[in-house]
């Protein structure tokens, strides 16, 4: 709501009841309200951005066991398939071979 105030023209002038008057400790509250609004902006990132980054590392730690668990058992499966029995056995098996006995060896020096 407006009022005509005393001393005002009859040219229809009207003044707010409250004058828009900007000082220095107004600007200085607005300047600390934006800031505290882009502090709020900045953890509400930082909260995000460290809950994507914990989520990824704990699938990230998860794929490592995995992986850890596969090379255990690649680990195994290499020791169990170069058992010195198991290529004497391939040897003699598939490729026919023997151990020479005393009459066929020959000893060579240098």
Known sequence: MVERTPGSSSHGQWQWPFRLRLTLVHIIILVLLVLVILSALGVISTAYHTRSQYARLQTMEREHDQLQ????????????WSTPSRIENLARDRLEMHVPDVHHTRVMRP
Request: glycine share 0%.
């Open 69 to 80: 668990t596969v090379w255990s058992r690649l680990l195994l499966e290499e020791s169990t």
